[in-house]
């Protein structure tokens, strides 16, 4: 693999990561590997649901930025599913953010019913783990940043009370990335992470990896990966690596375009409760300080109603309406439409892309514009 130094920055390790050593001739990423079986000599590699070179390159590139060894699933679903299943024992108490992705909400609810599972709110985490909520609990899974409204939960204590309890911690660190937000640096046991988003960037596959601190757990969930035969393709895999050089530029371009969005809609008379964690005004914004390493590339904000949303989504030619994030194009979500979050029917996310920055300010301050005229 391509040498990496301790003191290289974000750019050049995702460029590297992962990459063969140079040789005349040969591609600087080789093409995906399409094999199921293999010769079998020394028993080092000879079926595809254990593992397969294109996996193998994309899982040491992840290994570089998570900073411990990080098993790749075919989604972000799956991934949280493997943390879960092989992770908790029979009977182990549970925690999740009660304000967290809706898709793990309900996997634990319809899925794991038979656990005893807890429910906190984000913000409230940090204080639940401090004073002794964590005693006879087995994981706590957080999200932070949550993706809906930006909370945050101090890392740093939630993970110090967890080792004292003797409790598991799992953060889901998709809005962060491993670039934005380090959860195995913070104490954390688990990262684990829908590289659909961000990570990959291109909104054209479905991927999601889990890191772990402990190499004896993630072996435990490779080898949970194998025996329920949740192995992502090579096409998908080698799709995920080719994007991943760019994943420094694309971030920085992403929280410029958040962080201007925001300075233009804050106090606009047609904006409501505006959150992005980069404004001083903002309720997360002491803690991403000096939790996160990058500022993000989405934020969220109210309209009047969800009348008053289509006017605004009519209005705006540069936003697209979607519901996953993190891609290229700028993105927006009506949220109450999923019925997952406790959000109003004028709430909308916005995922920013790379689109030139004056250009997005223009049209995301005229179709909020178009609010107050239409309203007049």
Known sequence: MTRLEESDGDGTRVVAAGQPEPVPGEPFLPGPVFAGPYHVADGSRFYSRYEHPTLDAFEAALTVLEGGPSVVFPSGMAAITALLQSSLPPGGRLVIPADGYFGTRTLVREEMAQLPVQEVATTDIAGFASGGGL?????????????????????????????????????????????????????????????????????????????????????????????????????????????????????????????????????????????????????SHELAQRQLRRPLGMLSFEVADRSAVDRFLDNARLALRATSFGGLHTTVDRRAQWGGDAVSDGFLRVSCGIEDTADLVDDFVAAADSLRSSAA
């Open 135 to 283: 005693d006879g609990v087995a994981l706590l899974v957080v999200e932070t940043p949550n993706n809906t409204r930006y909370d945050m939960c101090d890392l740093a204590a939630v993970t110090a009370a967890a080792q004292r309890a003797g409790c598991l911690v799992a953060v889901d660190n998709t809005v962060g990335t491993p670039l934005g937000q380090r959860p195995l640096e913070l104490g954390a046991d688990f990262s684990v992470a829908s590289d659909t988003k961000a990570l990959t960037g291109h909104s054209d596959l479905l991927l999601g990896h889990v890191a772990a601190r402990d190499p004896d757990r993630a072996a435990r969930l490779r080898a949970w990966r194998t025996r329920t035969g949740a192995t992502p393709g090579p096409f998908e895999v080698w799709l995920a690596h080719r994007s991943l050089a760019t994943l420094d530029l694309r971030l920085h371009r992403q929280a410029t375009n958040a962080r201007a969005l925001a300075d233009a809609l804050a106090g606009h008379p047609a904006v409501a409760g505006l959150r992005y964690p980069g404004l001083p005004t903002d309720p």
